[in-house]
């Protein structure tokens, strides 16, 4: 049985982005270096000028098979590249090329240690699908008055989108869970692990429920960039569900952002459901087709993990 809060049982599920460690972009030849002068690393494709076209890079489906082999998931042998359309000012296509109904790689899970009173308990979180898709570039609002500035150089950076189920069932599982992904993917290598400068970002759905009764609503916590600060968010806002199903208000399916100078939590935008994003597969890219044989090789050039080692 989960730990109750207050008598209600909290419901979490994850949602990650690890930065793929290629040296270019996953569409493009551009440099995925950190740290350059804004708008140094865009390049054509990236910028989205009219006649570009995207090519796929081979690095980051190879780390994408990599990360699957990794977590004993399926491995699709022929997966679609779709658009993802929304505007932001950061992302000159005006779409994201993303993966939606068949992503690269399917299932697999995540397991770890956890203390529970004088017990340690081993606790396994199941993941739903990890795909491939490009980042959005940056705005920059501090340096301007009254004005925002666009930084490209992030767009069309390579990622691999990593989805759990809603298995977690305390801010101390979902910490845990987090700590065991990072250290799966910084030790294939696949992802620096940089959660200051953006490479592993988390993002966490969070619910409350009354015992046996369906899932409750969730709120998206965006962009958690430290363990520490995800505890704290995570419990900020299950505090803040509870009160408001307390006091009789209906929770409405947001997107928040954690504030670490006041240990809450505040709504950004109301969350958007996949059918707000009209997914089509993208004309530019045929499917990702990966062979047996790919997979073979790449599982022989993979350093044994560690969970085979303790073994």
């Known amino acids: 049985m989960s730990k109750l809060v207050q008598g209600y049982e909290v419901v979490i599920g994850f949602e990650t982005h690890a930065q793929l460690s290629t040296k270019s972009k996953i569409f493009s030849r551009a440099s995925v270096a950190f740290g350059a002068e804004p708008n140094t690393q865009a390049c054509a494709v990236d910028m989205a000028l009219p006649g570009t076209l995207p090519v796929m890079n081979i690095g980051a489906v190879e780390r994408a098979i990599e990360f699957g082999l990794a977590i004993n998931a399926h491995i699709a042998e022929r997966s679609i590249f779709a658009r ?45 699908r990890a795909h491939l898709e490009e980042d959005a570039g940056k705005s920059l609002h501090e340096d301007f008055i009254g004005q925002s500035g666009i930084d490209l150089n992030r767009a069309g950076t390579p990622l691999l989108e990593i989805v759990t189920q809603p298995d977690m069932r305390s801010s101390d599982e979902a910490v845990a869970y987090a700590k065991e992904l990072h250290k799966i993917v910084t030790w294939i290598g696949i992802c620096d692990g940089n959660m200051q400068e953006g490479s592993f970002r988390c993002d966490a759905n969070v619910s ?69 994003y009209r997914y089509f597969p993208d004309p530019d890219l045929p499917p990702l087709v990966i062979g047996r044989d790919w997979v073979e090789r790449v599982k022989s050039d993979m350093a044994e993990l560690p969970r085979v080692m303790a073994e």
């Open 84 to 128: 993802k359309n929304y505007f932001y000012p950061d992302l000159p296509k005006g779409y994201q090329i993303s993966q939606f109904e068949i992503p690269v790689v399917q299932g697999g899970e995540v397991s770890f240690f956890l203390e529970e009173g004088k017990e340690t308990v081993r606790k396994t979180v199941r993941l739903e």
């Open 208 to 276: 409350v429920r009354k015992p046996g009764d369906e899932l409750g609503t969730r709120r998206e916590i965006k962009n958690l960039n430290s363990f520490k600060f995800m505890q704290q968010a995570i419990d900020y806002e299950v505090r803040w569900q509870i009160d408001q199903n307390e006091d009789g208000h209906a929770i409405q399916q947001a997107t928040v952002l954690f504030d670490p100078d006041t240990g809450e939590t505040r709504a950004m935008r109301t969350k958007e459901d996949a059918a707000d």
